[in-house]
Nanobody, 113 residues
Framework: QVRLVESGGGLVQAGGSLRLSCAAT????????VGWYRQAPGKEREFVAS???????TYADSVKGRFTISRSNAANTVALQMNSLKPEDTAIYYC???????WGQGTQVTVSS
């Protein structure tokens, strides 16, 4: 059983920054692609960014140039650095071990205008 735990969410003003972290209990985390997704109230969950096992990154158009995904295989974590935050970035952010169905519990990000 794999457990993913997100942290780092909070309340920030527009233009500010937050750094989210996804920590995995499995030692094989580094061999999987990992994605960050978000779900705003009343909306469906949407893709934010992903990083492959070989460090190839992909971003949603809405966050390109503002968010950066990275991983530390030594620490078994994947981070999402979020800069220039906007009120429309407000959502619960989830990490996912792609292809396995494992999701974290989510961390709330609220951006005030």
């Amino acid at each position: 059983q794999v457990r993913l735990v997100e942290s780092g969410g909070g309340l920030v003003q527009a233009g500010g920054s937050l750094r989210l972290s996804c920590a995995a209990t499995t030692g094989t985390f580094s061999t999987y692609d990992v994605g960050w997704y978000r779900q705003a109230p009343g909306k469906e969950r949407e893709f934010v960014a992903s990083i492959s096992w070989s460090d190839l990154t992909t971003y949603a158009d809405s966050v390109k140039g503002r968010f950066t995904i990275s991983r530390s295989n030594a620490a078994n974590t994947v981070a999402l650095q979020m800069n220039s935050l906007k009120p429309e970035d407000t959502a619960i952010y989830y990490c996912n071990q792609i292809g396995t169905g494992y999701w974290g519990q989510g961390t709330q990000v609220t951006v005030s205008s």
